[in-house]
């Protein structure tokens, strides 16, 4: 049998060429794995934002509601964690009364939310 020389195009890649495309692979795929994590971080992130800040949102409503007695500190329970929730009273303009809500979770994001209430329903 008469030995066949392979052009250069058909001798496939050299061993350098596979290693530079796997360490460039390699570095790729990192990339993408931090990315990952870190769009995971910042989601879970946001979610205790929103829980937080449907905490004070509730905790307003109760307020301007004329449900909720007092002001000053409390612990409420929402998406499966306990928040603090302090709440604070100041004369607002124009006779209302401002009502600042700030919750806070252990080792979690927070919120605040500022509402203003008129009197009678601080008497209710």
Known sequence: MP??????RD????LVEVLVAMAVLAIALTAGLRLINQQTRFASAL??????????MNTMAE???GLA?????ETVEMGGAEW????AEAAGPAGLTRVEVRVAGEGRAGAVLVGYLRPEALLE
């Not at 001798?11 to 050299?14: A, D, L, P, V, W």
């Not at 007695?69 to 500190?73: I, T, V």
């Not at 603090?84 to 709440?87: A, C, P």
């Open 3 to 8: 030995s066949r020389t392979l052009s250069p």
């Open 11 to 14: 001798q496939g890649f050299t």
């Open 47 to 56: 979610e205790e934002r929103v829980f937080a800040h449907w905490v004070a």
């Open 63 to 65: 307020r301007q509601l």
């Open 69 to 73: 007695e007092g002001f000053g500190g």
């Open 84 to 87: 603090q929730v302090e709440t």
